[in-house]
Nanobody, 129 residues
Framework: QVQLVESGGGSVQAGGSLRLSCAASGATDVRNCMAWFRQAPGQEREGIASISSDGSISYVDSVKGRLTISRENAGKNIVYLQMNSLKLEDTAIYYC??????????????????????WGQGTQVTVSS
């Protein structure tokens, strides 16, 4: 059973930066994908970025240039989300997700919620003016 724990959320002023972390314990699948999603109040969950076990990265257009996803492998399966130039509209609960398996194809890694079977509990990011 994979368990995901996010950390690093908090309150920041517009223009500031935060770095989120997510550690996946119990994840033994070498072939996998980890991703970040967010959900603002009253809105649907939105995929932000994904990174596969072989390092392939995908972003949604709205965050390109401001948010950067990265990960540690070597059996750790830790993913990061560096968020710079934060805007008021970045306020949301940020979730980490994981999918993997012996037959999983890393080239399929995209921040699409329907593809992921394991989710973290979320961490709140609040951006104020």
């Amino acid at each position: 059973q994979v368990q995901l724990v996010e950390s690093g959320g908090g309150s920041v002023q517009a223009g500031g930066s935060l770095r989120l972390s997510c550690a996946a314990s119990g994840a033994t699948d070498v072939r996998n994908c980890m991703a970040w999603f967010r959900q603002a109040p009253g809105q649907e969950r939105e995929g932000i970025a994904s990174i596969s076990s072989d390092g392939s990265i995908s972003y949604v257009d709205s965050v390109k240039g401001r948010l950067t996803i990265s990960r540690e492998n070597a059996g750790k399966n830790i993913v990061y989300l560096q968020m710079n130039s934060l805007k008021l509209e970045d306020t949301a609960i940020y979730y980490c997700a994981f999918v993997g398996g012996r037959l999983y194809m890393p080239r399929r890694c995209r921040p699409q919620a329907r593809d992921f079977g394991y989710w973290g509990q979320g961490t709140q990011v609040t951006v104020s003016s």
